[in-house]
């Protein structure tokens, strides 16, 4: 198992999308700012969508041009060519880019079809290399999909070969309705591990079930040392029906932490990011370990 | 891992008996009735204990004397050789007995040191193997301990080794506070069913850090298939400060069945048991999967 496991915070992004309440860009710097001092070390910060699909995430280039200059790495999310030149144009060399596993799930996510979402995802990716640009490509609904059902892992593994021939820095396997059980992410990973390494292979998980906690141990068993999470759990993806929650970062501080791996976020100041958002909010989100946590801290801070 | 895994239910006993509200005897039984419609193959119905001690597990010689024939085997927790025979005369032949692992938490757990407390423990399990009465043994704090902190693995085993001389039903290893990892399990466990096989070995966890279902995973993965939990995650011991609710069956359930392990439960009417025990406790207690399980059982059940 790794002693270190990176934890890219995503509540900026994939917690906010999907909330009622729309965020001031002041309001979402806030909250980016909280997060920096609890020391996550990498942040998706917003998406270059359109505003009128995703009205959460307008402005996000005013955002990215407030951020201060932290160590933290900053990610957008672009769901095309428009905004990789978008997010490029704003000074981001991180993005995030979604292809969905499912045919169903591309038409519904971004009204295009599978195949025309991997040739447009090997365009940026061919792009992404001459320019220095490091793109981290999820592969949604990787286990499950809410219109078409369960996935079949050699789907998955033929995708991830496919996009691995165009080198992303990182390929994120994404559970996005939080339907993976750990079962069922053992077996992937290890056979994805095994042809591509663990170097450049992360995990996404939702915790609709109950179980991304248990999937991120899995895929730690399997030296997978990439994790997505957002603070209070927040998330959701609009598009996705059935879609809950992230796993929340406190939670995951706490099992990685626990185990005694390193991910160097302070305990105690991801707390006050968790406060922050539901105050901001208006909310009551909570990572499952909270109460305890925040009893705790002192002990583990 | 194995095909199929065998859940005690503890809601009666470990979840009753830290909550503010105590329940009649009628009400104990709908209770247990309900959870016997779910098809649990075990539930801790209650305690002998003293009724000045834990009030809320007070006339559990009723309450057995009430039980239906259902095929559900019966278990209530005994703290001593008076328990041990109150259960007997009640026709009880499966019982829980708690060692814990460290002096102060036999000491504040029921009064007796640690040696008083394992001598004992070893004259009741001589008693029951002539009486053909089942043991299930509870090792304590087998993890962290409220009053001395960390618990050396090595202490652990020591004390294992020595109970399973007495040759116990079951062993279980039991998190009290909730504050073990998976990794820490996943070490204890692989030695514990190395020296003594999985087919007595059990583990009892507490969700207080959400590592609870994660470290079922971890047990399951070094073949133990037997666990305890609590419908809505209800409990927590009143004599171990920090100790929170018990591992939600609905949530066990959840994990179990989405690997393909089978325990037998019906997920709807542990859902029915969920809302049962709410109404009686005039409480909110539900496990984290519950949103999604209530809304999804005709899938999985």
Redesign the interface.
Known sequence: ?ADTVTIKEVGPRDGLQSQPVHLTVEARLELVTALIDARLPEIEVGSFVSPKAVPQMADTDTLVAALPNSGCIYSVLVPNQKGYELALSAGITEMGLVVSATELMNQNNIGKGLEDTFSSAEIILERALEDGVDIHVYLAVAFECPYEGLVAPATVIDQVNRLMRCRPSRLMVADTI?AA????VSSLVSELVAQHGSEVLGCHFH?????A??N???ALEHDVRLFDSAIGGLGGCPFAP?A?GNLATE?LV??LE???VNTGVSLEHLLTAVTTANRLLGADNY???Y???SRSWQKLG
Chains 1, 2 share one sequence.
């Open positions: 198992m939080g059980n750990p079962r069922a915790d609709t079930r109950a179980m906690m248990t991120v141990f899995a059935g809950k939670d706490t099992l626990s185990m005694g990572g499952r370990s109460s305890w946590v």
